[in-house]
């Protein structure tokens, strides 16, 4: 079935612009959404999720409270929720794979859903913006495409997406939400930012970095973080960056150079220690096993040791 909007199938467009103006309820969501104030999340109930990484739970899930995902720019922040089930998935796109990603958290949320139960799945998309390249509009327009090609009902709700995520800040343009969070409990999406990124930060940030494809970072059914294991080749030419200057690690590094969160050039240059600093990631992953990372009663992530 195509995807939904006010329970009819979308038409097909071109350009997001056209979206809005065939829908302009959606950008009044959308106007609605981005003009929330960020709430602050408690990192003890917070499970984080990368660029290119994704995550589905549930109401029943003791361990998290809230999943969320922040830094977006021309990436773009996909949740999918089933209302009946209450499962629900966030997911950090990039653009890397859009059509095999978007597969994989409709099974997500479906395999966590009691396929007899009432209710529907519903689909929230923020991120992106006016970028020169159209690199956020392209991946608007994909990650639509996509879902329209699966085989189940699929609602669009929240599209707060390129221009409807847009402002000019000093003659540049960039994304109004860089960040958003999903209230596992009830559903309820809102633009967030996050200090806590964990668990595994570092590890994580140089999987994408390397190169690996979007991967499912929680099992849900026992309230673990998996992380790997992990492939990379040791590669001593990206020790370039660190005696670069910021403008040219933007220049270079982000896709989006005027409009990155102002941590971005530490944390490109964190994760490309971190890869020089275990050329070989096999010793990161004993046996050939994930890392996994549970909660504790106090909160934190901890390693969990594997019998």
């Known amino acids: 079935m195509p995807l939904l909007i006010q329970n009819r199938g979308l038409e097909r467009i071109s350009a997001t612009a056209e979206l809005f103006d065939k829908y302009p309820h959606l950008q009044e969501n959308a106007r609605t959404f981005r003009s929330m104030p960020l709430v602050d999340v408690d990192p003890k109930c917070l499970l984080y999720v990368q660029q290119r990484e994704f995550a589905a739970t549930t109401p029943a899930d003791n361990c998290v409270s809230v999943i969320g995902s922040d830094d977006a720019t021309t990436c773009h922040l996909v949740v999918l929720r089933h209302t009946g089930s209450g499962a629900v998935c966030i997911a950090h796109c ?47 327009l994909n990650i639509l495409a996509a879902f329209q090609k699966q085989k189940e009902d699929i609602h669009l709700e929240i599209c707060c997406i390129t221009e409807m995520n847009d402002v000019v800040v000093d003659g540049n343009h ?42 499912d970072i929680y099992d849900s059914s026992r309230g673990l973080v998996k992380i790997g294991p992990c492939k990379w080749s040791p590669n001593l030419d990206i020790a370039f960056w660190l005696s670069q200057s910021d403008d040219t690690i933007l220049k270079y590094l982000s896709t989006s150079p005027m409009a990155e969160p102002p941590h971005f050039v530490q944390h490109m240059k964190s994760t490309i220690r971190f890869l020089l600093e275990h050329p070989n990631p096999d010793s990161l992953f004993p046996g050939g096993q994930p890392q996994l990372y549970r909660r504790t009663e106090r909160g934190d992530w901890e390693r969990a040791v594997q019998s």
Do not use: C
């Open 94 to 140: 990039d653009g890397s794979s859009t059509w095999s990603e978007v597969p994989l958290l409709v099974k997500a949320v479906t395999s966590l859903s009691n396929v007899s139960k009432e209710g529907r799945l519903e689909l929230h998309l923020v991120g992106g913006f006016n970028d020169e390249s159209k690199t956020s509009h392209k991946l608007s």
């Open 174 to 215: 960039r994304p109004i939400v860089y960040g958003i969070g999903v209230n596992v409990k009830t559903g309820d999406v809102f633009p967030s930012s996050f200090t806590h990124k964990g668990p595994a930060e570092e590890l994580r940030s140089a999987r994408t970095f390397a190169g690996e494809q979007m991967v």
